[in-house]
């Protein structure tokens, strides 16, 4: 009896590779096809005819969400998507669903035999179940998850990070469901590689992704990226607080400095979250402690052992009481520490 027909579609071959060889490991599922974009998978469908899709999030071109959400509207069928940002409960997990997939399921980080026969297992009964009809299109059989429940508070969050921090910072806005606080992120890269990483984002979070430009209002469900090397970025009260760009000299070295966004926030007295991801240099550390000082949560990535120490070790030589965070740990501590007081 043939097995489950499953079509992988993934812009990266090796992940195309990795996820061939767990579904033809699997019982019951055999893999009848690839596709590196939504055209070629668009060409394949009908002469491979799945029952089920696994889908990428992010892929160039047309994205995994807006493929999805066509295929809902012209082909329905179960699709499970694949991606590091869809892990359940997460804001764009919670989107995928409301777009039509039957379920999330996160890349796999590690590649130890044990890891790869429990995600053999694991992703082998998902495929089968979706072709079953066992998972509902909208993901009605699984929990909705932290993101689902949220109801922002007053707070804002303030992030800043170098190009080391740019997987981190898109993992972490992945957790915010559509209604996140306003979400204002420094970023000490180059141009091209910020707007790589904020197109990659647009259509896969659940929330906005913005430019940072001069006189914008910060508003819920709207994250802002300032990356302009020839600007600082800081926040003005009021309501809704704004965004100014000014023209200032760098600060230690760095403009936009997220030392003068996160000293701007402090000295404005607005309720606030913050912290610092991976970076090369110490931009941030002393505008954590000044935010800090006023009263402020705050926070700084934990970086792994390959990537740049700088920010997080700025952040210990200073002695600051900023709570030390996994990239993985992020997303959920910080829906809790920006949501509504109930009860």
């Not at 607080?241 to 003068?260: C, H, I, N, T, Y």
């Amino acid at each position: 009896m043939p097995g489950t027909k499953v079509m992988v579609v993934d812009d990266s071959a090796a992940m195309r590779a990795l996820f061939c060889d767990i579904l033809d490991n699997a019982k019951g599922v055999t893999v009848c096809g690839t596709a590196s974009n939504a055209d070629e998978a668009r060409d394949k469908l009908a002469e491979l005819n799945p029952d089920v899709l696994t889908l990428d999030v992010e892929m160039p071109g047309k994205s995994g969400m807006d493929f999805l959400a066509e295929l809902m509207e012209e082909r329905p069928m179960p699709v499970i998507m694949l991606s590091s940002i869809t892990q359940a409960g997460t804001g764009t997990a919670q989107r995928a669903l409301e777009l039509g997939a039957v379920h999330c399921f996160p890349k796999p980080l590690h590649s130890s035999r044990e890891e790869f026969d429990a995600t053999v297992k694991e992703l082998g009964g998902i495929v089968i179940k979706a072709a079953n009809g066992e998972l509902q299109s909208g993901g009605g059989s699984q929990e909705a998850g932290a993101a689902a429940d949220y109801s922002p508070g007053d707070k804002l969050l303030a992030l800043g990070c170098g190009q080391a921090g740019l997987e981190a910072a898109k993992g972490l806005l992945a957790a915010f469901p559509s209604n996140c606080p306003p979400i204002v992120l420094v970023v000490d890269a180059e141009a091209e590689q910020v707007e790589r990483a904020i197109t990659s984002m647009r259509g896969s979070l659940a929330c906005e992704i913005e430019t940072a430009v001069d006189g914008m209002a910060l508003t819920p469900g709207r994250a802002y990226v300032a990356y302009d090397r020839s600007r600082h970025v800081i926040i003005e009260a009021g309501e809704p607080p704004r965004l100014r760009l000014v023209e200032r000299d760098p600060v230690s070295g760095f403009r936009p400095s997220a030392d003068l966004l996160l000293g701007s926030i402090a000295r404005a007295g607005l309720p606030a979250v913050g912290g610092l991801l991976l970076g090369a240099g110490s931009d941030g550390a002393k505008g954590l402690q000044i935010f800090s000082a006023s009263g402020h949560t705050t926070f700084v990535q934990t970086p792994p052992d390959y990537a740049p120490r700088d920010r997080y070790e700025a952040v210990r030589v200073l002695g600051l009481e900023a709570v030390e965070l996994k990239a993985e740990q992020m997303g959920s501590w910080l829906l809790e520490r920006t949501a509504a007081y109930t009860g």
